[in-house]
């Protein structure tokens, strides 16, 4: 350890430990296998992270049920919605860690870790109070059919209990990202994941516990990842000797940056699971068979998202970093190699919905209505690798610059162009027209967040600025 402090002393460059990425020197270029080093381990995490949905809709699909595999979906599509609109103590925490790793600033660290998590554990218990209204909301937009409803609750009613895991375990993946800790990330996701589908195997296909039995193996995975994510966390704080005081917690500029910035990323979070909830309330007003073949395929489009992002990650990552060293070539490389590489992705997974999606649907359900269903809309299905690419790797690049006002501003301004493409083209093309319209949304979103870039790196760098 001597050593290596010795080497950064003379070198100016923090020598990683453990799996983390260095912050370049301003005279270092940045590589390709620096943006693998973090894209790789978070794109196949990522990619286990639908799969607490995933896994329980196989289990229930196996039964043969469209009314249990609807309600199943629906159920996991509704926490979807209520944990993904905490994402920013996932979004924000990435950020402003990744700017405080870049600056070297271990006391920020620190307390970059413990305001969310802290936020966390406050918005998990008012979930967990509210449990009941929330349901009652979400099944008048939803509309499902009365036995679809009921089956649903019964998910709900037990999985509910984990929100304080599932957000603290938001804060904790954002925390380790931000310091460039992609492998830490990834084996906390398998650990949880891995679990989320033993548990389902066991309480759904062999105990034969039906829907509530997916409802418990979410709820004891997600505690058990998290206690596991906390101990690592505080492993990692002793080992770079970062402590932070209450009273550093407290300070009253950090509390406004992280507030605006979680302020900016939940209405923007809202507004793109608005858009997804929309999506799923309209199948599911059609019929109970066009809500789970949607449900099924959008289950399949989720993981390749979740793949892609994971270079999204990568650029949160190290455009946090370069604008805290305020280093711009290193920003620019970031987000072109970044890109590069979920561009490529993007069509690699496009193809292989496309030519395997429909062993994937077989695989989920045995029922012989929605595998034909399904069919009918895949080719929808496996061009949102490729339509949803864009937007999502811009949210990377803004979200390492703590530029959340932007984002927020181009979601609001997409989700009107969504539902504007929905009334023209629903009315005579129906789901297929449902589907149009979520690719139109990526695409507005895309377009919106481009068009804003080139102000977002003069103001991340204004003294580079001043200079040209």
Same mark, same amino acid.
């Given at each position: 350890?001597?050593?290596?402090?010795?080497?950064?002393?003379?070198?100016?460059?923090?020598?990683? #430990?453990?799996?983390?990425?260095?912050?370049?020197?301003? *005279?270092?270029?940045?590589?390709?296998?620096?943006?693998?080093?973090?894209?790789?381990?978070?794109?196949? /995490?990522?990619?286990?992270?639908?799969?607490?949905?995933?896994?329980?809709?196989?289990?229930?699909?196996?039964?043969?049920?469209?009314?249990?595999?609807?309600?199943?979906?629906?159920?996991?599509?509704?926490?979807?919605?209520?944990?993904?609109?905490?994402?920013?103590?996932?979004?924000?925490?990435?950020?402003? =860690?990744?700017?405080?790793?870049?600056?070297?600033?271990?006391? @920020?660290?620190?307390?970059? !870790?413990?305001?969310?998590?802290?936020?966390?554990?406050?918005?998990?218990?008012?979930?967990?109070?509210?449990?009941?209204?929330?349901?009652?909301?979400?099944?008048?937009?939803?509309?499902?059919?009365?036995?679809?409803?009921?089956?649903?609750? /019964?998910?709900?009613?037990?999985?509910?209990?984990?929100?304080?895991?599932?957000?603290?375990?938001? %804060?904790?993946?954002?925390?380790?990202?931000?310091?460039?800790?992609? *492998? =830490?990330?990834?084996?906390?996701?398998?650990?949880?994941?891995?679990?989320?589908?033993?548990?389902?195997?066991?309480?759904?296909?062999?105990?034969?516990?039906?829907?509530?039995?997916?409802?418990?193996?979410?709820?004891?995975?997600?505690?058990?990842?998290?206690?596991?994510?906390?101990?690592? %966390?505080?492993?990692?704080?002793? +080992? +770079?000797?970062?402590?932070?005081?209450?009273?550093?917690?407290?300070?009253?500029?950090?509390?406004?940056?992280?507030?605006?910035?979680?302020?900016?990323?939940?209405?923007?979070?809202?507004?793109?699971?608005?858009?997804?909830?929309?999506?799923?309330?309209?199948?599911?007003?059609? /019929? #109970?068979? =066009?809500?789970?073949?949607?449900?099924?395929?959008?289950?399949?489009?989720?993981?390749?998202?979740?793949?892609?992002?994971?270079?999204?990650?990568?650029? @949160?990552?190290?455009?946090?970093?370069?604008?805290?060293?305020?280093?711009?070539?290193?920003?620019?490389?970031?987000?072109?190699?970044?890109?590069?590489?979920?561009?490529?992705?993007?069509?690699?997974?496009?193809?292989? !919905?496309?030519?395997?999606?429909?062993?994937?649907?077989?695989?989920?359900?045995? %029922?012989?209505?929605?595998?034909?269903?399904?069919?009918?809309?895949?080719?929808?299905?496996?061009?949102?690798?490729?339509?949803?690419?864009?937007?999502?790797?811009? *949210?990377?690049?803004?979200?390492?610059? =703590? #530029?959340?006002?932007?984002?927020?501003n181009m979601m609001i301004g997409a989700v009107l162009v969504y539902f504007a493409a929905w009334?023209?083209?629903?009315? /005579?093309?129906?789901?297929?027209?449902?589907?149009?319209?979520?690719?139109?949304?990526?695409?507005?979103?895309?377009?919106?967040?481009?068009?804003?870039?080139?102000? !977002?790196?003069?103001?991340?760098?204004?003294?580079?600025?001043?200079?040209?």
């Amino acid at each position: 350890m001597a050593a290596k402090a010795e080497q950064s002393a003379a070198s100016g460059v923090p020598v990683p #430990d453990h799996g983390e990425q260095p912050v370049p020197h301003r *005279d270092t270029p940045m590589t390709h296998a620096q943006v693998l080093a973090i894209a790789l381990p978070i794109m196949f /995490s990522n990619a286990t992270v639908p799969l607490i949905g995933f896994a329980d809709q196989t289990v229930i699909g196996q039964l043969g049920e469209t009314h249990l595999l609807g309600a199943t979906a629906l159920a996991s599509n509704l926490f979807n919605f209520l944990y993904f609109l905490f994402a920013f103590l996932r979004m924000g925490t990435t950020g402003l =860690t990744a700017q405080a790793t870049g600056a070297r600033d271990p006391s @920020e660290t620190a307390a970059s !870790l413990y305001r969310p998590l802290l936020a966390a554990g406050f918005f998990g218990v008012a979930l967990v109070l509210l449990q009941s209204p929330i349901f009652d909301i979400a099944m008048w937009g939803f509309r499902p059919s009365e036995r679809v409803a009921n089956v649903a609750r /019964s998910y709900y009613d037990i999985r509910i209990w984990a929100a304080p895991a599932g957000l603290a375990n938001f %804060a904790l993946i954002g925390w380790f990202i931000g310091l460039g800790r992609a *492998d =830490t990330t990834f084996y906390l996701q398998l650990f949880l994941n891995g679990l989320n589908i033993a548990f389902a195997v066991l309480f759904v296909s062999v105990f034969g516990w039906g829907v509530p039995g997916a409802g418990l193996a979410a709820l004891l995975a997600e505690y058990m990842a998290v206690a596991v994510g906390i101990w690592v %966390a505080l492993a990692e704080l002793r +080992r +770079r000797n970062a402590t932070v005081s209450w009273s550093a917690l407290g300070t009253l500029s950090r509390l406004k940056k992280l507030f605006g910035v979680s302020r900016d990323i939940l209405i923007r979070t809202a507004c793109l699971q608005m858009a997804f909830a929309f999506f799923v309330s309209q199948g599911a007003q059609a /019929s #109970d068979l =066009t809500l789970a073949a949607n449900s099924v395929l959008f289950s399949m489009t989720m993981i390749s998202i979740y793949m892609i992002d994971g270079f999204a990650y990568a650029a @949160e990552t190290l455009v946090g970093q370069a604008i805290g060293a305020q280093r711009r070539q290193v920003f620019r490389d970031a987000i072109r190699m970044s890109t590069q590489w979920a561009a490529g992705v993007s069509v690699v997974l496009a193809v292989g !919905l496309y030519v395997g999606g429909g062993l994937v649907v077989d695989f989920m359900t045995t %029922a012989p209505d929605v595998r034909a269903a399904a069919r009918v809309f895949l080719a929808w299905a496996a061009l949102v690798p490729i339509t949803s690419v864009w937007c999502f790797q811009l *949210d990377g690049i803004f979200i390492g610059a =703590t #530029d959340t006002a932007t984002m927020r501003n181009m979601m609001i301004g997409a989700v009107l162009v969504y539902f504007a493409a929905w009334l023209v083209f629903a009315p /005579s093309l129906g789901n297929h027209g449902l589907w149009l319209a979520i690719h139109i949304f990526f695409l507005a979103r895309a377009v919106g967040l481009g068009w804003a870039l080139p102000a !977002l790196e003069r103001r991340s760098f204004p003294q580079s600025a001043a200079k040209s």
